[in-house]
Protein backbone atom coordinates (compact mmCIF):
# COMPACT_ATOMS: atom_id res chain seq x y z
CA UNK A 1 0.00 0.00 0.00
CA UNK A 2 0.86 3.47 -0.86
CA UNK A 3 0.84 6.06 1.39
CA UNK A 4 -1.15 9.25 0.53
CA UNK A 5 1.12 11.63 2.45
CA UNK A 6 4.37 10.24 -0.14
CA UNK A 7 4.74 12.98 -2.75
CA UNK A 8 6.49 12.36 -6.12
CA UNK A 9 8.98 9.89 -7.14
CA UNK A 10 12.42 10.19 -9.28
CA UNK A 11 14.01 12.93 -9.70
CA UNK A 12 11.11 15.74 -8.69
CA UNK A 13 11.22 13.55 -5.18
CA UNK A 14 15.28 14.49 -5.16
CA UNK A 15 14.88 17.96 -6.09
CA UNK A 16 11.63 18.78 -3.54
CA UNK A 17 13.83 17.03 -0.54
CA UNK A 18 16.19 19.53 -1.55
CA UNK A 19 14.51 22.31 -1.03
CA UNK A 20 12.51 21.15 2.04
CA UNK A 21 16.35 21.00 3.31
CA UNK A 22 17.11 24.02 2.35
CA UNK A 23 13.60 25.36 4.10
CA UNK A 24 14.95 23.75 7.23
CA UNK A 25 18.15 24.92 7.34
CA UNK A 26 16.85 28.55 6.86
CA UNK A 27 14.42 27.80 9.81
CA UNK A 28 16.67 26.66 11.82
CA UNK A 29 19.18 29.32 11.39
CA UNK A 30 15.95 32.03 11.58
CA UNK A 31 14.65 30.76 15.34
CA UNK A 32 16.92 28.50 16.58
CA UNK A 33 19.75 30.20 18.86
CA UNK A 34 22.08 27.38 19.54
CA UNK A 35 21.83 26.20 15.77
CA UNK A 36 23.19 30.08 15.19
CA UNK A 37 25.81 29.69 17.77
CA UNK A 38 26.92 25.93 15.94
CA UNK A 39 26.74 27.00 12.67
CA UNK A 40 29.17 29.82 13.75
CA UNK A 41 31.82 27.68 15.45
CA UNK A 42 31.22 25.36 11.91
CA UNK A 43 32.02 28.36 10.28
CA UNK A 44 35.28 28.83 11.75
CA UNK A 45 36.52 25.26 12.67
CA UNK A 46 35.35 23.81 8.98
CA UNK A 47 37.95 26.14 7.06
CA UNK A 48 40.43 25.67 9.67
CA UNK A 49 40.25 21.82 9.47
CA UNK A 50 41.73 22.46 5.71
CA UNK A 51 44.43 24.28 6.49
CA UNK A 52 45.79 23.23 9.30
CA UNK A 53 48.33 20.44 8.66
CA UNK A 54 47.17 16.67 8.96
CA UNK A 55 46.32 13.45 7.35
CA UNK A 56 43.49 12.73 5.15
CA UNK A 57 41.74 10.96 7.86
CA UNK A 58 42.77 13.52 10.38
CA UNK A 59 40.95 16.44 8.34
CA UNK A 60 37.97 13.87 8.14
CA UNK A 61 37.81 12.96 11.74
CA UNK A 62 38.02 17.20 12.38
CA UNK A 63 35.60 17.85 9.39
CA UNK A 64 32.98 15.17 10.74
CA UNK A 65 33.15 16.07 14.20
CA UNK A 66 32.04 19.37 13.61
CA UNK A 67 29.08 17.89 11.28
CA UNK A 68 27.92 15.62 13.68
CA UNK A 69 27.45 18.65 16.44
CA UNK A 70 25.42 20.37 13.40
CA UNK A 71 23.23 17.72 12.41
CA UNK A 72 22.77 16.31 16.24
CA UNK A 73 21.29 20.34 16.62
CA UNK A 74 19.04 19.82 13.80
CA UNK A 75 17.82 16.78 15.20
CA UNK A 76 16.99 18.19 18.60
CA UNK A 77 15.32 21.30 17.06
CA UNK A 78 13.17 19.07 15.69
CA UNK A 79 12.57 17.23 18.81
CA UNK A 80 11.89 20.79 20.51
CA UNK A 81 9.65 21.83 17.85
CA UNK A 82 7.84 18.54 18.10
CA UNK A 83 7.19 18.82 21.31
CA UNK A 84 5.91 22.48 21.72
CA UNK A 85 3.52 21.98 18.53
CA UNK A 86 1.86 18.95 20.68
CA UNK A 87 1.66 21.06 24.19
CA UNK A 88 3.26 24.46 25.91
CA UNK A 89 2.42 22.59 28.98
CA UNK A 90 4.93 21.51 31.10
CA UNK A 91 5.50 18.09 31.81
CA UNK A 92 7.36 15.61 32.67
CA UNK A 93 7.15 13.30 29.22
CA UNK A 94 7.75 16.88 26.96
CA UNK A 95 10.81 17.71 29.86
CA UNK A 96 12.87 14.71 29.32
CA UNK A 97 12.58 14.41 25.35
CA UNK A 98 14.19 17.76 25.14
CA UNK A 99 16.18 16.83 28.12
CA UNK A 100 17.67 13.83 26.43
CA UNK A 101 18.09 15.67 23.06
CA UNK A 102 20.16 18.22 24.97
CA UNK A 103 22.55 15.69 26.47
CA UNK A 104 22.95 14.53 22.67
CA UNK A 105 24.45 17.67 21.45
CA UNK A 106 26.39 17.95 24.79
CA UNK A 107 27.99 14.56 24.07
CA UNK A 108 28.69 15.42 20.73
CA UNK A 109 30.37 18.58 21.42
CA UNK A 110 32.26 16.33 23.91
CA UNK A 111 33.16 14.12 21.18
CA UNK A 112 33.96 17.34 18.53
CA UNK A 113 36.81 18.61 21.74
CA UNK A 114 38.26 15.10 22.21
CA UNK A 115 38.64 14.52 18.21
CA UNK A 116 40.34 18.16 17.83
CA UNK A 117 42.13 17.27 20.68
CA UNK A 118 43.84 14.49 19.98
CA UNK A 119 44.42 15.03 16.18
CA UNK A 120 46.11 18.37 16.93
CA UNK A 121 47.87 17.01 19.79
CA UNK A 122 47.94 13.28 20.20
Request: glycine share 10%.
Amino acid sequence: MKSPHKGQAGLRRLINAFGYSMHGFKDAFEHEHAFRQEAMLAAVLLPLAFVLEGSGIGRALLVGSVLLVVLVELLNSAIEATVDRISLENHILAKRAKDIGSAAVLLSLVNLAAIWGLVLFG
